[in-house]
């Protein structure tokens, strides 16, 4: 953890000393009595936090909050639900990189088994995007967008949006050459890819076909390797 997140209920009481983040406070980072450390209010200001004091309870933090963290980049992220320990890598990393959507949707070659994961039923993918915003030093959480298909996802988005979908077989530009201006959406597929119904949808609705070149990469990879190809065209690296 670069930054300790918290919601806007947590502060008001202590932090037990079997959370996770009280264990990182005084076993990783060492922290006594009147030491600071970084926090951050979640999808608010970050700030620096003390110990006050220590009991049964937890431990009692104080907070100084100070500024707002820059918006979430304008890119939204469409993937095909892919294996649970897939999608998680795919949470964390793009949050991290400050994704500001991600929708996990079904396709025609997904396993429809994937999306009844207990990653999305028990709510674990929380965890995973906070992992993310901890590790880039952020407050601020993309929204996750499950239990949708491609067609009801895709044929929502705003007309002057940037439209990609990657496709290692049909597609016949780099991604790195296309025509790219805020805001994004760029569409991943699941383990086998489009079929041809989906690429009609994608050629019907003025998205450009893009590759990441002649290498298969695994849907996490791809996901990382397209966010930032994207942040790098818009100047947001």
Request: proline share 5%; net charge neutral.
């Amino acid at each position: 953890m670069n930054i300790i997140l918290f919601d806007s209920q947590e502060i008001q009481t202590a932090l037990p000393l079997t959370d996770v983040r009280s264990v990182h406070i005084t076993d990783i980072l060492k922290r006594q009595i009147g030491e600071e450390f970084d926090v951050g209010l979640l999808n608010g200001p970050r700030g620096k936090a003390s110990i006050v004091s220590q009991s049964e309870a937890g431990l009692n933090l104080k907070f100084v909050w100070g500024q707002m963290p820059q918006a979430l980049d304008p890119i939204t992220l469409v993937i095909g639900m892919p294996r649970p320990q897939t999608a998680r890598k795919i949470l964390s990393e793009a949050a991290a990189l400050g994704v500001k959507t991600l929708y996990f949707v079904s396709t025609e070659k997904a396993d429809p088994s994937y999306a009844m994961s207990t990653l999305w039923s028990t709510g674990e993918y929380k965890k995973q995007i906070r992992s993310g915003a901890e590790q880039a030093f952020c407050t601020r959480l993309p929204e996750v967008i499950f239990n949708q298909s491609l067609e009801e996802v895709w044929n929502s988005i705003d007309l002057n949006t940037t439209k990609i979908a990657l496709d290692n077989y049909e597609s016949p530009e780099a991604l790195s050459q296309a025509k790219l201006s805020p805001p994004c959406v760029i569409a991943i597929g699941s383990e086998r890819g489009w079929s041809l119904s989906e690429r009609n949808l994608f050629r019907s609705t003025n998205t450009q076909l893009c590759h990441l070149g002649e290498r298969v990469l695994r849907t996490e990879t791809a996901c990382v390797a397209s966010v930032s190809i994207i942040k790098a065209a818009l100047g947001l690296m």
